[in-house]
């Protein structure tokens, strides 16, 4: 299948604002999820609520409140563009802040269940054997949550290839820069004779999708392996 | 030597704790599960912080509450195995082995060669297996490996035979016998099984909710009140040390052992081996005088010490068998009276030399 332009555009934006929003996502993501197994402090309960937030609201409010603070006008958009001149708002990076934000809580419950697997037993014993905090964390938890890190990085880019509430309030749907599959898919059902293009889009999101899942399984499997599970003594 | 006084308190549980470990030497923890063992290995590690107290190691003080003393467990070198091994299972084998050693300072020695440790315990063909590929046995070897390479002060040996059933342990026991006879180190094994204390350890503690209640040699702690309340009655019974004479033509070994020379199968005996026997008290017979004409192998001339109630119908005679070898007997209350045993009475105790079975220790009697 050839793709015409305006589809290529918009399979590599995809393909773009996925992968941007999951490297957005993961240094705080492992951070959250850090404070949220490691440590104790007053407010966690409501944090852990606040962090999955995005999980229950409606994505255009989250879109919304995006506007808000990141907009040009907005306490933190302003910001960034008097003294950077950087513009989140209906560009592009705008797309992937949107799609990161309403995957976040996606990456956080993963990396955060693996974290809660990893024994404490273990940092004990390299601790014992010499190794300081951040050396335990490099050589013992971070090697044993890959996995869950992984599938958090997986989920939340096949999730943000199809995200579409957030991304076109925050964002909108400018050709070229913001207009993702979903969107493009959206714009098709939206135009007279339209239906030839959306169903080639859809055909692409779901190959996109179905490939996305085999490389997701491929490198869970490699991963257990190396961890030895699957064969259990 | 390891000389530790630590207090700590949990919820309802306090620790109070105060013992010492010479060097070299296998010092025994003993008590139930759920005395504060596990407690007192985190706080000894530095793993927990105490409350209180103080622990020294040698000339180095690695916590002083009243000096504001608290060295890090990562600075303290001390070789902890725990009950589940903990190998790290993203490693292979030897990453495992050398992760302690290639974290040591630059400046420290290394007296712990990766070639001796491996050769001792019995480690070649492990090496370059993943750790899901091993048994408990050998989990346990590699995790013994793994602290010895760190260049420890002490070792600390956290009950490392309780995951492994009684087959298992012969996979580990011989190696843990041959590291305490190959280093010059403190070693404290804590453990629930008099038989591991009774082959590995001189020294026992006796570690009872929370604190120690007695603290010595072996041989003085078997015939111990306190021992009696952790085993319970049946597994009573003196331990003897004693040196190995010569080996009989039947291949047991005799051993002197006081003013008597036991027979004792032992095997691979060797003449001059110090060994450790324990002889459970209701093993021995006690008679007043001289037999003849048994099948019994040991007949140890004593003076009898004194008779205390047991439970049920039986006392326990504590006997003297001359040059500080002290046995146990436990005998009906009948028995006792019918042969009038009173305090410094001439008798002689009857012990099959089947129902012995004897330890080595390869290291010279200090």
């Known amino acids: ?233 | 030597m390891l000389r530790v006084a630590l207090r700590k308190r949990r919820g309802d549980f306090a620790l109070d704790i105060a013992f010492s470990a010479p060097t070299p030497g296998v010092t025994a923890v003993f008590g139930r599960s759920g005395c504060g063992k596990s407690t007192m290995i985190s706080l000894i590690a530095g793993l927990l912080p105490p409350d209180s107290g103080r622990l020294v190691v040698g000339d180095d003080v690695w916590y002083d509450s009243e000096r504001r003393v608290s060295v890090d467990a990562r600075h303290r070198r001390m070789g902890v195995v725990f009950q589940d091994a903990r190998l790290f299972p993203h490693l292979t084998v030897r990453a495992n082995l050398e992760y302690g050693l290639r974290r040591l300072p630059r400046e420290a020695e290394r007296p712990m060669k990766f070639d001796d440790v491996v050769s001792l315990l019995g480690l070649e063909t492990l090496i370059a297996r993943r750790t899901h590929e091993l048994s408990g046995g050998e989990r346990q070897r590699v995790a013994l490996g793994r602290a010895l390479l760190a260049q420890p002060r002490l070792l600390l040996l956290d009950e490392p035979l309780a995951s492994l059933d009684l087959a298992r342990r012969e996979d580990v026991l011989p190696y843990l016998e041959k590291l305490r006879d190959a280093f010059t180190l403190p070693i404290v094994y804590v453990s629930h099984q008099f038989d591991e204390v009774l082959r590995l350890a001189t020294r026992v503690v006796l570690l009872d909710a929370g604190r120690v209640v007695a603290e010595g040699d072996i041989a003085t702690m078997s015939r111990d009140s306190h021992l009696r309340a952790i085993v319970g009655p049946d597994s009573v019974g003196a331990v003897v040390a004693g040196v190995v004479k010569s080996i009989d033509a039947t291949g047991f070994a005799l051993v002197r052992i006081g003013d008597a020379t036991l027979s004792v199968e032992l095997e691979g005996a060797v003449a001059g081996q110090r060994i450790q026997i324990q002889v459970l008290a209701r093993d021995v017979i006690v008679a007043t005088e001289a037999p003849h004409r048994l099948s019994v192998r040991n007949i140890v001339p004593a003076r009898v010490v004194s008779v205390r109630r047991d439970v049920g119908r039986s006392v326990l005679v504590e006997l003297d068998a001359g040059r500080t070898a002290t046995l146990l007997a436990r005998i009906t209350t009948r028995a006792a009276d019918e042969l009038a045993l009173t305090p410094d009475k001439q008798v002689w105790a009857l012990i099959k030399a089947v129902s012995l079975r004897g330890h080595a220790f390869n290291v010279p009697e200090r």
């Open chain 1, 1 to 233: 299948m050839m793709l015409s332009p305006a589809e290529s555009d918009a399979l590599w934006l995809s393909l773009s604002v996925a992968a941007r929003s999951v490297a957005f996502n993961l240094p705080f993501a492992m951070l959250v999820a850090w404070l949220l197994t490691r440590t104790r402090f007053a407010g966690r309960t409501l944090f852990d609520a606040f962090v999955h937030l995005p999980l229950v609201l409606p994505p255009v409010v989250v879109g919304y409140l995006l506007l808000v603070l990141f907009g040009v006008r907005g306490p933190i958009g302003g910001w960034l563009h008097q003294n950077f001149g950087i513009q989140l708002a209906f560009t592009s990076t705008g797309a992937a802040l949107a799609t990161a934000v309403m995957s976040f809580p996606l990456v956080v419950r993963a990396i955060r269940i693996s974290l809660e697997n990893v024994d404490h037993g273990l940092e004990d014993a390299a601790r014992t054997l010499g190794a300081g905090a951040l050396d335990r964390f490099a050589s013992i938890t971070l090697p044993l949550i890959a996995p869950g890190i992984l599938a958090g990085a997986v989920t939340a880019f096949a999730a943000g290839l199809g995200e579409f509430g957030a991304v076109i309030t925050f964002a909108a749907n400018i050709p070229g820069e913001t207009r993702t599959l979903p969107l493009a898919l959206y714009t098709a059902l939206q135009t007279p004779d339209g239906d030839t293009l959306a169903a080639r889009l859809a055909i692409i999101s779901l190959s996109l999708g179905l490939a996305g899942l085999l490389v997701s399984e491929f490198l869970s499997r490699a991963i257990g392996r190396r961890l030895g599970r699957g064969r259990v003594r």
